[in-house]
């Protein structure tokens, strides 16, 4: 509608109803915004609390910082938190507060906040196996090793891939693909890093409950936290990804860091499983990068003293040196939890060596946090 029909259509009004009648509607319709704004606006606006840093954090970011762009580590955004407040908080190269960031393997932690949950619900078990959830889409006569897989396996990416299994093949879904996949070794035995692995608990998840893990988790995590709008990508089956394609905002990684760190809590509100919370943050088995053999860490010079890539594998949570632990994404996303501390640290970026970015926080922020 242009303005020249806007107007028309006000004096039609006026003269049908007359300027009282239309004065009350326009009254009624202000009355109406005005009190809804406020919800809106507090809902936008619900954050972690904020404390000023302290000087020792202060010279902490800003020497992080120089050398992130000294060694160009194009970091995005990083929040620190400690004793459940907001400390530091800066975003930079393009990254911005209300703009949801690409988590790529982040996403893998929030899967597995939704197979704790249906397990505390009663619709799976750690050790369910994962051929009774598919029995349509096995191959005519399943290995011994694929009928023993179990949800504990696909957690701890030990289900028995002796390389991680690809979507690619034409014409098959993305469940028939994996459990058509070679599986070489005893389940529990060999650790893969395996993002199909980790579809496959999101696959289960929908399976069991109904729904895509994006709507099973939304009351059930996204809004007792106040994660708004969460966007999760999906096969061609309709099935969220769930070993990458969520995006969200710094602030929300900074309350799921907080959430595990406060064992499941939130606002004194039990959101995930305290029992559940500490399984999966505590080393399960032994871990390799991803792409690397199992046997093959130490020829590339990875060790306990250098690497966090070697400190052991929770259920879709990485352990790090220093007694911490993480949630860890392609190009530098990461939820680092450090429960000696009583702090949290997020990272977005866009960047290749991610180890450099960790040293960072381990050569600077550790030894700020007090």
Known sequence: MNKYHYILLMKHFINRYGLTVLLCLCSLCSFALTSASPKESSKKTASIKRAKPGSDLETAMENYLKEAKDKELNIQSVMVLQHGKVKFEKWLNGGEPQTPHILNSVSKTFTSAAVGLAIDEGLLSLDDKLVSFFPDDLPASPSENLK???????????????????????????????????????????????????????AI??????????????????????IEAPRWEESPQGINCGGWGLYLKTEDLAKMGQLLLQKGKWKGKQVLPEWYVKEATKAQVPCVPAGTKADKAAERGLTKENSDWVQGYGYQVWRCRHNAYRADGAGGQYIIVIPEKDAVIVNTADLRNMQAELNLVWDHILPALK
């Open 148 to 202: 023993k897989v179990t949800i504990h396996n696909l957690l701890t990416m030990n289900c028995g891939h002796g390389s991680e299994p690809s979507r690619n093949k034409v014409g098959d879904t993305w469940v028939k693909t994996f459990l058509f996949w070679p599986v070489e070794h005893e389940p529990g035995t060999y650790y893969c890093y395996n993002s199909m692995g980790t579809y496959m608990l999101s």
């Open 205 to 226: 998840v929908q399976k069991v409950t109904g729904q895509k893990i994006v709507d099973y988790l939304q009351p059930r995590l996204f809004d007792p936290l106040g």
